[in-house]
């Protein structure tokens, strides 16, 4: 788990969401189990229309003789939700897996390597993160069966 303390941590748990939002298999049959396909959709379109938004939010508010203090609020608040995003799927992917989950982890690491893939030995519990990885290598080697026999 993250230890290091004051804004290093948060820079880190937001790169960490990143790359797990960018190592999350986006396959739609793991959308009825995992909530993380809807948070990276919903991330990845605030990332990329929420800033414009703000700064129009806060240009039309101004022009139009607003008070500052409301566009501000608002261009801020526009700004945040991608962060959010990034937030809850940092903190997901350092997340420990459940018991139920921790064991299909490992019947699907057997699976690969009983179809003569190359699975790398974990050292500690197994977490999201590690869990997008094995899946992401599953979905690119195995038939999308693999699923199903699980």
């Not at 893939?117 to 195995?142: S, W």
Request: aromatic residues 12%.
């Amino acid at each position: 788990m993250l230890r290091s303390s004051g804004p290093i941590r948060w820079i880190q748990i937001f790169q960490r969401g990143q790359t797990y939002m960018k190592t999350w298999p986006n396959e739609k049959r793991l959308a009825v189990v995992f909530p993380e396909n809807r948070i990276t959709r919903a991330t990845r379109f605030g990332v990329r229309f929420m800033p414009p938004l703000a700064i129009f939010t806060l240009a039309w508010q101004i022009s139009m003789g607003g008070q500052l203090g409301v566009a501000v609020a608002t261009a801020i608040f526009a700004c945040s939700l991608p962060m959010q995003g990034l937030w809850w799927l940092g903190k997901r992917s350092v997340s420990t897996l459940p018991p139920t989950l921790k064991q299909w982890f490992h019947e699907l690491r057997e699976k690969l390597s009983d179809a003569g893939q190359n699975v790398e030995p974990l050292e500690q519990e197994p977490t999201y993160q590690n869990l997008a990885e094995l899946l992401k290598h599953a979905f690119q080697q195995l038939d999308k069966t693999f699923l199903d026999e699980l």
